[in-house]
């Protein structure tokens, strides 16, 4: 069995688990940094409840999906779940959200602090402040709390 197919057969087991019945879609994909995802698309009626609040639960979801797969394959592998286009929605709102802080700091000087976000939202925010070069961001911290602060980079 290859990568994909046990990531899928994987992802349809948890997801019986949790009495959820949903198309799974496994894919593979290379990010800038040449680091490989495998992204899984589920789509389906009412998974609302799989998504949580501020998806909190997809992100336990992807990390438990993450132990389970990395435990039947023989080289550890990352995994990026997605439900109904959740998470790219989510992207493009923490986009906005940076580029409407990088235009906060820049009219009026003041840095701005992001409320606390998970690692990959964090990073989708210091990959859109990278682009400016007249602002910079740095997380601070721990765990659950971690925020994301971005101000005027020092000249």
């Given at each position: 069995m290859?990568?994909?197919q046990t990531i899928g057969t994987t992802t349809q087991e948890l997801l019986g688990h949790l009495k959820i019945i949903a198309k799974?879609?496994?894919?593979?994909?290379?990010?800038?940094?040449?680091?490989?995802?495998?992204?899984?698309?589920?789509?389906?009626?009412?998974?609302?409840a799989l998504i949580g609040?501020?998806?909190?639960?997809?992100?336990h979801f992807q990390h438990i999906l993450s132990l389970a797969a990395n435990n039947k394959l023989e080289n550890r592998v990352?995994?990026?779940?997605?439900?109904?286009?959740?998470r790219a929605q989510r992207k493009e709102t923490l986009e906005n959200l940076a580029r409407q802080s990088?235009?906060?700091v820049k009219s009026t000087g003041y840095s701005q602090?992001?409320?606390?976000?998970?690692?990959?939202?964090?990073?989708?925010?210091?990959?859109?402040?990278?682009?400016?070069?007249s602002v910079t961001s740095h997380s601070?911290?721990?765990?659950a709390s971690r925020k994301v602060i971005i101000e005027t980079a020092k000249q």
């Open positions: 290859d990568i994909i799974v879609a496994v894919s593979e994909s290379t990010d800038e940094t040449s680091n490989v995802y495998y992204n899984i698309e589920i789509s389906g009626e009412g998974l609302g609040y501020h998806g909190e639960t997809l992100n990352k995994v990026l779940v997605d439900i109904d286009g959740w990088i235009q906060k602090v992001l409320p606390p976000m998970s690692a990959y939202e964090r990073r989708v925010i210091h990959s859109i402040v990278s682009e400016d070069v601070e911290g721990e765990d």
